[in-house]
T-cell receptor, first 115, second 108 residues
Framework: NAGVTQTPKFQVLKTGQSMTLQCAQD?????MSWYRQDPGMGLRLIHY???????DQGEVPNGYNVSRSTTEDFPLRLLSAAPSQTSVYFC??????????????FGPGTRLTVL | GQQVMQIPQYQHVQEGEDFTTYCNSS?????IQWYKQRPGGHPVFLIQ?????EVKKQKRLTFQFGEAKKNSSLHITATQTTDVGTYFC????????FGQGTTLQVKP
């Protein structure tokens, strides 16, 4: 299993540009989520999904859109990038059914800079 | 999601010293998870605590869940340079909201 994969690893955008951060998992997990991490701010939840076709907002959803058309993929769209969106973005997934701890698995992250 | 406060935010210790980070909530938690993030890396699951008063050990790491299930702690005995990183707690809920984390620096 590849686990959770994210592309790209690094990205530089100009203010106003749009882009999509890709996230995929091959563990058949129902739950997927996006976090951003800024120095001193910890991990903040942007959006999450409990299954294909279902998404919901997290703590800091403004400026981001998500969709979940398949179990495997959960892309994050920046509609009009702003310097305040410069951050490291992590995608994560976990199962929601079954026995034992529902470990959340994180991807390696995308480092985004908006100029 | 349930909110938690982690203290301290930063901790510098000499190698060999002990280290403790605390995770506090104003509400009762159903369970809590702990994660570690190495510098430049991504968070990695360490453990999940479920029962009131639960204590779990992983080598030099001891995790506790309070009797009232409102707080939790992670204690590292005799720190090593490999312990460097940020430790996060996260109350397990519908959406996983993380505490701000405690960043540990270890001086060799």
């Amino acid at each position: 299993n590849a686990g959770v994969t994210q592309t790209p690893k690094f990205q530089v955008l100009k203010t106003g540009q749009s882009m999509t951060l890709q996230c995929a998992q091959d563990m058949n997990h129902e739950y997927m989520s996006w976090y951003r991490q800024d120095p001193g701010m910890g991990l903040r939840l942007i959006h999450y999904s409990v299954g294909a076709g279902i998404t919901d907002q997290g703590e800091v959803p403004n400026g981001y859109n998500v969709s979940r058309s398949t179990t495997e993929d959960f892309p994050l769209r920046l509609l009009s990038a702003a310097p305040s969106q410069t951050s490291v973005y992590f995608c994560a997934s976990r199962r929601t059914r079954g026995q034992g701890p529902d470990t959340q698995y994180f991807g390696p992250g995308t480092r985004l800079t908006v100029l | 999601g349930q909110q938690v406060m982690q203290i301290p935010q930063y901790q510098h210790v000499q190698e060999g010293e002990d280290f403790t980070t605390y995770c506090n909530s104003s509400t009762t938690l159903s369970n809590i998870q702990w994660y570690k993030q190495r510098p430049g890396g991504h968070p990695v699951f360490l453990i999940q605590l479920v029962k009131s008063g639960e204590v779990k050990k992983q080598k030099r790491l001891t995790f506790q869940f309070g009797e009232a299930k409102k707080n939790s702690s992670l204690h590292i005995t005799a720190t090593q340079t490999t312990d460097v990183g940020t430790y996060f707690c996260a109350p397990r809920g519908g959406k996983l909201i993380f505490g701000q984390g405690t960043t540990l620096q270890v001086k060799p």
